[in-house]
């Protein structure tokens, strides 16, 4: 009888680490364990006291072209002396490997171990030093271009509450405030001078996830899976957001963070006042966009957590709480 066939699995992780053994010069000895299975599934690799991270791409959610401008952008960075975890070659001098798993073949890198460990709660001099890795790195994105997604209002606000229309009823309390609040913030995307706007390759995903940080407090900026092209400012939402998220808005220890995280960005380029005025703004548009992204990925990710109650709340207690701490729509 052949296989039943499946639309996503997860790759035995000791059959990785002999693949990786062939394929790169690590020992027969090297380990491999599954850490984050998810949008892409996650190896730690373990090779005596060298570290690596094993990224397998879901099947059809980035293709050759798009893994392959992410390893330039990578490369450039690291280039540019950019913290970062970086893309390595096998022994052949080749960046992504081709995985012939059950569901289609899946592609698949071998990353360096960013030095450190993530921390939730982060000191301000942390968020200085964070701010001014970022600003490093948008100094050598800006005005530079990928061949991936452009981060457009159509991307980020209206496409992704289509995804949530699916799971969430149009007659709910909760999508009429996100319907009312796209029509606000389409209208400010549109009314946004856009000549006092950076543009180039953002991130789009830095937040403490994606940051390693040493006891020395040096940060690594790791998994560019969402890079693409947009404003510069977006990166800089999306990363006060998080800490609003995880500081739960307590004033007196998350201002203080916000502004050492911005003295940390400007002691490297400055931000205008422009940019400055849409970052609550952008910032409640990635809760959007990210929403829609769980929805996308109901099948083989977010089943296990998402729900119409699950949006409902997540609407109420983060996004609607954001906007309305920043009286958006009211202005």
Not at 125 to 150: P, S, V, W
Request: net charge neutral; charged share 25%.
């Amino acid at each position: 009888m052949k296989h039943f066939p499946v639309t996503n699995s997860n790759l035995s992780a000791s059959h990785i680490a002999l693949f990786l053994h062939e394929k790169y010069s690590l020992s027969k000895d090297c380990k491999c364990q599954l850490i984050k299975a998810g949008i892409n599934d996650t190896y730690l690799v373990t090779d005596k006291s060298d570290k690596f991270v094993f990224r397998v791409y879901s099947l059809n959610w980035r293709s050759k072209m798009e893994i392959e401008e992410e390893i330039r952008l990578l490369n450039q960075l690291k280039e540019n002396g950019i913290s970062i975890s970086y893309p390595l070659p096998d022994k052949e001098s080749n960046y992504i490997q081709t995985l012939n798993a059950p569901e289609g073949d899946r592609f698949a890198v071998l990353f360096t171990h960013a030095p450190g460990e993530k921390q939730h709660i982060i000191s301000e001099e942390t968020h200085f030093q964070i701010g001014q890795l970022i600003a490093r790195l948008h100094k050598i994105t800006h005005n530079k271009r990928l061949n991936r997604i452009d981060y457009t209002p159509d991307v980020i606000l209206i496409d992704s509450l289509k995804k949530v229309s699916a799971f969430l009823k149009s007659d709910t309390e909760e999508m009429n405030f996100m319907r009312s609040a796209q029509t606000y913030l389409l209208k400010e995307f549109e009314n946004a001078d856009i000549s006092q706007i950076r543009q180039g390759i953002v991130h789009l995903d830095i937040w403490f996830d994606n940051l390693n940080i040493t006891t020395e407090n040096q940060a690594t900026i790791f998994d560019f899976d969402f890079c693409g092209n947009g404003w510069l400012c977006l990166d800089i939402a999306y990363y006060i957001l998080q800490l609003h998220n995880i500081e739960k808005y307590d004033a007196k220890d998350y201002q203080p963070k916000v502004d050492s995280f911005l003295k940390g960005y400007e002691s490297i380029t400055p931000i205008s006042a422009e940019e400055r005025r849409l970052i609550p703004i952008l910032g409640v548009s990635l809760y959007f966009f990210y929403l829609g992204i769980q929805c996308q990925r109901y099948d083989n990710w977010s089943n296990s957590f998402l729900s119409e109650n699950y949006l409902k709340r997540f609407i109420n207690g983060l996004v609607k709480r954001y906007y309305d701490i920043y009286k958006l729509g009211n202005k």
